[in-house]
Nanobody, 120 residues
Framework: QVQVVESGGGLVQPGGSLRLSCATS????????MGWYRQAPGKERELVAT???????NYADSVKGRFTISRDGSKNTANLQMNSLKPEDTAVYYC??????????????WGQGTQVTVSS
């Protein structure tokens, strides 16, 4: 079983910054992929950013140039640096960890989510 725990959410003014962290129970570089997703009220969960085991990143168009996903091997965390935040970034942010076993089967693990609210 893999534990995934998010932290770092909160209330921030438009234009501000927040840094989310996703702590895992395994070596962060052992995961096939790590990702951040978000879900706003009344909307479906959407991809924000992902990073593969090889370090290849992918971002939603709405956050490109403002958000950066990274990994910290010393803490086994996947982080999401969010700059120039907008009210439309308000959502519950979820961390996703993907494990691939020797049969190439993928397993998804989700955190409980952390609230990010961008408001003046």
């Amino acid at each position: 079983q893999v534990q995934v725990v998010e932290s770092g959410g909160g209330l921030v003014q438009p234009g501000g910054s927040l840094r989310l962290s996703c702590a895992t129970s395994r070596n962060i570089f052992s995961f096939y992929k790590m990702g951040w997703y978000r879900q706003a009220p009344g909307k479906e969960r959407e991809l924000v950013a992902t990073i593969t085991r090889d370090g290849i990143t992918n971002y939603a168009d709405s956050v490109k140039g403002r958000f950066t996903i990274s990994r910290d091997g010393s803490k086994n965390t996947a982080n999401l640096q969010m700059n120039s935040l907008k009210p439309e970034d308000t959502a519950v942010y979820y961390c996703n960890a993907v494990v691939r076993d020797y049969t190439f089967t993928l397993y998804d693990y989700w955190g409980q989510g952390t609230q990010v609210t961008v408001s003046s």
